[in-house]
């Protein structure tokens, strides 16, 4: 209010919880000007009332389309993997159930994260880097899984490494971004510190090995900076680098891996040789999928595709399966609700009430965004077929609930937004 | 916050979130319309093969009847053996399967193992399996499921394999299928679309795993097959064999090299009665060859050579000579000669033609010699055709002039295919496409050498003279049933156009039925019915002998009876080798052998002469029972002498048995006990040469009877053949069938 008005970025990091300042500026209010006790009392009653309210100050078109998406990723992961689960667990609602319980973990999480403060974060930006690396480096103490680390194991539940490291990068950078926001138009640090943590996780995620990470990371990276204000020719300076460093692991057979990715990468559909034919097995079963599902699609829960023709269809693969059972019509409807999903991240970054919130906002929506798309391009052999998850979609609890506690980043930036209009 | 760099950080959200929604979104809402509107249905079709497995199931080929619904070809089911290849796991599964599989099989292992390899759900090793074979892959099935657990990549399905019940029988006719039941000669091949029917399909839904019944969701649709249409044929299966008995003892008598044909015509629908091509080939196993001159040539030859003689051997095999193959008519052809002449009017009864020895057609143009060298004189038109004088055929040829000529070439269906159904069927060859002819070639083509037709044409143009001038199609199916019996088609005839008027062909038959009893074609006549005929020997300008002489056809064509035809028969020898080559000698007996058979069989009401009735064979009387002295008197009292053969006082056998045919003044052998039949046994004496009145001599000292067939009245006739071969055993009274033939072409004597 006031208060928070004539604030500068400095003082207003130092005074941060939102009760607390609140009740001081109440009591403060209180002392100096007792005329208006009455009336400022009410005031504070329904702020606080408000603030406790389910929707209270939070964006609720944004609230909503998560939850809608949310809806209808479960009831696609339901249709897409009944004929696998009910093959390889002998129970068709095996993946339903259990991704059923992440996201009522996960919407637990969304809603406890709406309420805490979120610069909070800024506490833990610091420290949440390192654990990235050490999760990027922890994953080689796990058995691997046909070759490569990528997940830490917990027992009760599995994380990628990668997941924990793209959040930590957006705080970090959210963070620096809005502490040296004077100074980050220069290389110095404006570029260095970014590209030294992108280099740094480049190279830990290839040993790992997680190039479709290094390729999300590598975007996020670049985001973050274009957004807190870097300079357009760091990134053809860094961009000429990047791509000799990659043509000089090409030329010296050093990609692997990847190399065997990108082979058959773009011709799912021609028989090159049987080794080629094989790999793309997943890949040209997802296009007849989507190719299937025509305009109108076959209906849903009418896939043919999902009878353990395309591998893992409820993973990377989902959306194929969307295609396949609501046709285009069907999956232009979702790319909407992800676009209308972005549209109002941006929106609440854009109303945050700091150049953190902001950051940090734009970060997180801009990653859903991004593995939409990604994730799109690979069931669609515009990509490598690297592992790139669909948001709200694909099995996977620790990624789902990761997601949810990040919209709950997300919503709490819109509610301290709100908070502060009134 | 600066309000500037506030502003700026909002601008810079601003891009970053046009950039994804934009660039991003849309991109991807480009490539899945790409992908969905215009390659979906591509995409589409690729995932419904995947999904569905297509199973063919195979339709029953249709039956093939006999004009009477004997059956001449039949399917019957067996058993196809198919692998699932995309449900292998492993190569070791694969070695396992294939190496099974080849044992039982037969086939190689390498081949099936290729099979294995396949990403396909159907793919066939083997069809038409037997059962036993089948319950050998049964057990093998199991085994492999039990011992390695491998399940789903072996399956048994109903398939269909052809039977001929007859074998050989009619071979040219019927045509044989290949191992995919498809027709590939003969009728099988003709008809191939009726009687193959419609296959099924079996469409199964399957999953990715190949084992579509543990999901929850199953797809199944069945089209039913629809069994092949059965042929009726106009074929008789007893006028066939009785033509291909006869044909195939004058192939053998005469050495023919080069085959030989019998084609029976309906003369008044077209019908085809009998087709019978000489060296047939068992239907059931058309592969193998037949024709032992093919096989002595090929043993001779190694590698390659002994391939493509192999192959072109089983071409000929196949190849139905009656209608795909073309020759010389000969003297047969002047029956056409004589129809153009009569038609046209340049001929009447009072027409005279002189024959010298020869006749120079063309001035300039060495002579062409007659036969008879001697001359056969001067000749009225009859009698021209019964001396088969090729000097006054030249001159009637020259009367009807070269594009009367050619038109009525064209008429008589020479000129064209006949159109019967049948495959690979020859066109007649004249000299000139357009019928342009030398005076040379009319001349030479009068009396039937220079132009080539085949023998379908021959028959069908002189049943034309036969049924009063109609041209008609033939044809061998004369009805198509549906798998129900319904008639779908029906064939009855198919007239073409009138050629010549009745006048000229009853013309003709009184000539021809004179030169089948007293002419030159008196070897083809058969007592009772009417025959009218003409023989022909035609010269090939081939050595197949290496005699130093060309070889020659020698070939019969007649019908029967003159005053109301009913059919029509030609009997071509291609290359007799012996020592006869002319249509009299090789192909008139033959001709007259069948025509006796196919006539009583047709019903065909007997017209006899006097002197025929009688020389007429009888019907024994039953004398069992009675005395012996009852009986002897009661033997001649019906006109026979008898003969007592044991002490006994009752008749307890005779020879011949009651309602047997004796010929008149024959012997009846009475035996009081049954065992004296086998104790009296006598051997066969050879009749070969000897005139009736010899024959009848020797016969009664041996206590043998005698019947008579072929030209036994005629002063010159001496015998043939016999039914019972000389050094043979048979009981005293047997009846022996003699045929005869004419002295002069007993020996080698000159009469085309």
């Known amino acids: ?44 009653g329904s ?70 403060n979120y610069e909070y974060l800024k506490r833990i930006s610091l420290i949440i880097l390192p654990v990235g690396f050490l999760a990027l480096i922890a994953v080689f103490f796990f058995p691997s899984s046909t070759g490569v680390h990528r997940w830490i194991d917990f027992r009760f539940f599995n994380i990628q490494a990668s997941e924990i490291m793209k959040f930590a990068i957006i705080i970090f950078l959210a963070h620096w971004g809005a502490y040296q926001h004077k100074k980050t138009n220069t290389f110095k640090y404006g570029a260095l510190p970014p590209l030294i943590i992108f280099v740094v996780t480049a190279i830990l ?61 773009g011709k799912a559909l021609e028989y090159v040789d049987d080794a080629q034919w094989d790999q793309t097995f997943q890949t040209r079963n997802s296009l007849y999928a989507i190719g299937s599902g025509g305009l109108m699609g076959l209906g849903l829960g009418q896939s043919r595709q999902k009878y353990l023709y395309l591998p893992e269809p409820q993973n990377d693969f989902i959306f194929a399966i969307v295609c396949e059972e609501l046709g285009l019509i069907g999956a232009i409807v979702l790319l909407i609700l992800f676009g209308l999903l972005v549209w109002r991240g941006f929106v609440i970054a854009m109303r945050a009430k700091d150049r953190f919130g902001t950051l940090l906002a734009a970060g997180l929506t801009a ?30 609890g620790s990624s789902l609930i990761m997601i949810l506690f990040q919209m709950g980043i997300i919503l709490s930036i819109s509610r301290t937004a709100n908070m502060n209009k009134v | 916050m600066s309000k500037g ?65 004997k059956v001449l070809a039949q399917s019957a089911t067996v058993w196809k053996v198919v692998l699932s290849p995309i449900n292998f796991e492993n190569d070791e599964e694969r070695t396992i399967v294939s190496k099974g599989l080849s044992e ?84 099988e091949y003709e008809y191939n679309d009726e009687l193959t029917g419609t296959p099924g399909r079996l469409v199964t839904a399957t999953s990715g795993n190949g084992n579509g019944t543990e999901l929850p969701f199953q797809y199944e649709q069945k089209v039913d097959a629809i069994d092949g249409n059965s042929l009726v044929l106009t074929i008789d299966e007893t006028i066939q064999h009785i033509m291909d008995k006869y044909l195939e003892q004058g192939n053998v008598e005469n050495k023919v090299y080069n085959r030989s044909v019998a084609v029976m015509m309906d003369v008044k629908t077209g019908a085809i009665l009998g087709l019978s091509v000489e060296g047939g080939y068992d239907l059931n196993d058309p592969f193998t060859l037949t024709d032992k001159n093919a096989i002595a040539k090929i043993s001779g030859l190694v590698g390659s050579e002994k391939e493509k003689a192999e192959s072109e051997a089983l071409s000929a095999q196949w190849k139905n000579k009656a209608v795909s193959d073309t020759y010389y008519p000969g003297s047969v052809f002047k029956i056409i000669t004589a129809a153009m002449a009569l038609e046209e009017n340049k001929v009447n009864d009072k027409s005279t033609f002189t024959c010298t020895g020869y006749y120079t057609p063309v001035q300039g143009a060495p002579a062409i010699g007659c036969h008879n060298t001697s001359g056969h004189g001067t000749q009225t038109f009859a009698q021209a055709i019964c001396n088969s004088c090729n000097p006054a055929f030249m001159q009637i040829g020259q009367s009807v002039g070269k594009e009367k000529f050619w038109e009525y070439f064209q008429a008589f269906g020479y000129s064209a295919p006949t159109g019967i159904d049948l495959p690979g069927e020859a066109n007649g060859l004249f000299f000139s496409s357009d019928g342009k002819m030398t005076d040379l070639d009319l001349a030479i083509s009068s009396f039937g050498q220079g132009i080539a037709v085949t023998p379908i044409q021959m028959v069908t143009a002189i049943s034309a003279i036969a049924n009063g001038g109609e ?71 081939f050595d197949i002998d290496g005699d130093g002489n060309d070889d020659y056809i020698a070939s019969f064509c007649g019908y029967a009876p003159a005053d109301d035809p009913q059919v029509c028969l030609l009997v071509y020898f291609d290359s007799p080798l012996g020592n006869n080559y002319y249509g009299s000698a090789v192909a008139a007996p033959v001709f007259s052998q069948i025509m006796s058979e196919v006539m009583p069989y047709l019903s065909v009401s007997t017209q006899y002469t006097d002197e025929e009735l009688e020389k007429m064979d009888t019907t024994a009387n039953s004398y069992l029972g009675l005395s012996v002295s009852e009986a002897q008197a009661k033997v001649q009292a019906d006109g026979y002498s008898c003969v007592v053969k044991g002490d006994g006082d009752t008749v307890a056998a005779q020879l011949p048995a009651a309602s047997t045919r004796i010929p008149q003044g024959g012997t009846v052998v009475l035996y009081t006990s049954v065992e004296e039949v086998a104790n009296g046994e006598v051997e066969v004496p050879s009749f070969s040469g000897m005139t009736l009145a010899e024959a009848n001599m020797v016969a009664a000292s041996y206590n043998l009877n005698i019947s008579v067939r072929g030209v036994s009245g005629v002063s010159d006739g001496v015998v043939l053949n016999q039914s019972v071969a000389a050094g043979e055993m048979v009981a005293p009274g047997t009846v022996i069938t003699l045929t005869f033939t004419t002295s002069s072409n007993y020996g080698n004597n000159n009469v085309m």
């Open chain 2, 471 to 541: 041209l008609l199609q033939p044809y061998v199916v004369k009805q198509v049933l549906d798998p129900d019996g319904n008639v779908v088609k029906s064939t009855d005839k198919i007239v073409k156009r009138k050629v010549v008027s009745k006048e000229t062909c009853d013309k003709l038959s009184e000539i021809l039925e004179l030169n089948a009893k007293e002419g030159s074609a008196k070897n083809g006549y058969v007592a009772g019915y009417r025959v009218a005929g003409k023989t022909g020997t035609s010269e090939k300008k």
């Open chain 2, 5 to 69: 760099s506030k502003s700026k950080l909002m601008r810079r959200c601003m891009i970053i979130m046009s950039i994804i929604l934009v660039l991003g979104f849309g991109t991807v809402a480009f490539r899945l319309s790409q992908l969905t509107l215009v390659q979906g249905q591509e995409l589409q079709q690729k995932a419904v093969d995947q999904q569905l497995t297509d199973t063919t199931i195979n339709a029953r080929r249709g039956t093939i009847y006999d004009t009477n619904g």
């Open chain 2, 104 to 187: 039982i099989l037969g086939i190689d292992q390498e081949s099936i193992f290729a099979k294995t390899k396949e990403k396909i759900y159907y793919s066939v090793v083997k069809r038409q399996i037997e059962s036993e074979t089948r319950d050998k892959v049964l057990e093998f099935i199991k085994k492999i499921k039990e011992e390695n657990n491998i399940t789903g990549v072996i399956d048994l399905l109903e398939d269909y394999k052809r039977y001929y019940p007859y074998n050989d029988f009619a071979s040219a006719v019927i045509g044989f299928t290949g191992s995919d039941d498809q027709g590939l000669s003969g009728l």
């Open chain 1, 205 to 265: 995620l290839y040993f790992e090995p997680h190039f479709s990470g290094i390729v999300i990371i590598g975007i996020l990276t670049a985001l973050m900076v274009i957004l807190y204000g870097g300079k357009i020719r760091w990134f053809i300076v860094i961009g000429a680098v990047l791509v000799g460093v990659v043509l000089i692991l090409a030329v010296t057979d050093k990609l692997g891996y990847a190399m065997e990715r990108m082979d058959g990468w």
């Open chain 1, 367 to 396: 990653q859903i965004g991004i593995q939409v798309v990604l994730n799109i391009f690979v069931i669609t052999d515009w990509m490598p077929n690297t592992g790139i998850s669909l948001p709200f979609f694909s099995y996977g």
């Open chain 1, 1 to 44: 209010m006031d208060l928070t008005h004539t604030q500068t970025e400095r003082t207003k990091r130092r005074s941060q919880h939102r009760a607390a300042s609140s009740v001081a500026a109440a009591s403060a209010g209180a002392a100096r000007r007792r005329s208006t006790h009455r009336s400022r009392e009410q005031q504070r």
């Open chain 1, 47 to 116: 702020r606080l009332k408000k603030a406790f309210r389910v929707g209270a100050g939070v964006d609720m078109p944004f609230l909503i389309l998560v939850l809608v998406l949310l809806v209808c990723g479960l009831i696609m992961l339901f249709s897409a993997s009944y004929p696998i689960a009910y093959y390889s667990e002998g129970n068709s609602y095996y993946y339903l159930i259990r991704q059923g319980i992440f996201a009522l973990v996960g919407v637990g999480i969304m809603f406890g994260m709406s309420y805490l």
